[in-house]
């Protein structure tokens, strides 16, 4: 998706990396690189992890600690060869993280970073402790990485090695970004249970970048024991863990190659300062780190997203999204025959203590149909509309889907039957493009899994996947914008590209909260044109709206609530003569 301008840099620095041993440079520059490459491949899993996904960890390092020390005991105590311990050191990355992050990403909020220090510490304290693992002194006497006769003994022909599984891994990780899973761990970014109403298995999300992450800093660990042949539990300590989280956040937290500058700034800058600063201050104590510590402030406070964003603004490059003619489409539902009972709302019932905010309501939506559910504030129509969509728990009654109950159901497992939603506050990912925004609404209808991305053996699912969420933007009318960032959109657009990602689920009803609200005359105008083209296509529709004319000359059924009670269900134009409407919603207006 790059263009020439940013080719022709990434090839110099490209072959600069590959000439860069064989040129008279001091070999302290190829040991700096060696712990650059070193460090990145941790990066990249942070990148993943906090910048993509949004779970920051302190804890990296410990996943680094468990890489060296499989490789480390296995080829000195048991006699495997290092690459036999390569899957191996990797398994057991993978196999530490799953349980951790079960427990880990279930935490929010700030408790997330706590408690990735608190098993940061605990694990860096246990290695220090076992005897198998050398204890404090570790382990020495670890072979190089050899082929054939050939061995990886001095640092710049490990550097090969290093640089090409730094570079395997930024690939593998671009890769994955631009696939499904990728676009499941971007939509954590939207945070809460909005994923899930598009389809999301958010705990399955954040386990896998979770797990991704571990593995990465799990070969990190194993590159590193063999470079180093002998290692201690000191760098896999809890100060590196946060050096680790610096090298993302000042590279570019949600940027892969960002990681690989964010390591190369820190590390460079962290031996000049120890150089520097004990001329210029007189001592050697860590000083470094209280440098590290502005720097990041300064940082943060001029580019919150890291330097990398800085550095691509000097090869801009227009990338634009070709959707495959050839694409095959995704399998679509049968519609059902209008007229048959889509939802029905049985006696549904919500209470918040004391307060019955939905009072034994009850309704239907007919396929074909579009249902306005209408009524003052506080009446409870957000709440019917919760209740239906599973973000919220019924109190009494049930609500059924084609025949079916809801009740219990997951939002996710809901959106998987044919119930889309979009929201009153718009749920998008703004930095993502409108493109992908609407190919999230097809997620549940992909398989493509982790591997698969990585190695882009589901570009043709992938391009079904696109193919899909242009034929929504066409049907919308968005399809000019469609490599816009999403959040480039005014108001009214961000509405009708929540309605695209709706429809990419392959639905059976729309569900829309409040769609016209904030939007100006005009885009209201558009908006129940184009639902009423969706009706036209044979959707269901059932809308939650306040504005009163909006939905007049719009829906075919209207639906009165007034202090969580039904006071009036019909044709609109029934429903606005009725007294108790006019008393209680219209006033004199009606
Ligand atoms: N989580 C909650 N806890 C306690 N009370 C709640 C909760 N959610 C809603 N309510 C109350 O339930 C009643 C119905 O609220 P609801 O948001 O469903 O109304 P609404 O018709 O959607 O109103 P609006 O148009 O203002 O959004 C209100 O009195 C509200 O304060």
Known sequence: MSSSRRFIPALV????????????????????????????LVAIGLVLLTGVGGLTSFGQAAFCGFGAYTTAVLTTAYGFSPWMTLPLSLAVGALIALPLGLITVRLSGHFLPLGTLAWGIALYYLFGQIDLLGRHDGIAGIPPLSIGDYRFMSGSSIYYVIWTFVI???????????????RAIRALRGGGQAPEAFGVNVARAKLTVFVLAGVTAALAGWLYAHMQRAINPTPFSISMGIEYLLMAVIGGAG????????????????????????????????????VFGALLVVILQFARDGLWPVVLR??????????????????????????????????????????????????????????????????????TFDLITGMNSLSGGQILFEGKPLTGRSPRDIARQGVARTFQHPKILPGMSVLENVALGAHQRGTGGVLQSILRLERTEEAALMAEAMRQLERVGLAEFKDRPAGDLA??????????RALALDPVVLLLDEPAAGLRYGEKQELAALLKKLRGEGM???LV??????????????????????IADGKPQEVRENPAVIAAYLGGTA
């Open 13 to 40: 620095v490209l072959v600069l990396l590959a000439v860069l041993p064989q040129l008279p440079v001091p070999p302290f520059w190829i040991t700096l690189l060696n712990n650059i490459g070193i460090a990145s």
């Open 314 to 383: 000097f090869f801009p490059s227009k990338s634009s999204h070709r959707i495959r003619g050839d694409a095959p489409a995704l399998g679509k539902r049968e519609a059902p025959s209008p007229g048959t009972p889509l939802i029905r709302v049985e006696k549904a019932r919500k209470t918040f203590g004391g307060l019955v905010a939905v009072n034994d309501v009850s309704f239907e939506v007919k396929a074909g149909q579009i249902v306005g559910l209408i009524g003052p504030n506080g009446a409870g129509k957000s709440t």
């Open 255 to 290: 940027y892969v190659w960002g990681a690989i500058f964010g390591a190369s700034l820190v590390l460079v800058l962290k031996e000049l300062l120890q150089r520097l600063l004990p001329d210029l201050i007189g001592t050697t104590a860590n000083f470094e780190m209280i």
């Open 168 to 182: 395997l891994t930024a690939l593998a990780a671009q890769n994955l970004l631009d696939s499904r899973v990728g």
């Open 540 to 542: 269901s529709i059932l």
């Open 491 to 500: 108001l009214g657009q961000v509405r009708i590209l929540e309605i695209a």
């Open 545 to 566: 709206e306040h504005d009163m004319s909006f939905v007049m000359g719009l829906v075919d059924h209207l639906v009165v609530l007034d202090f969580g009670t039904r």
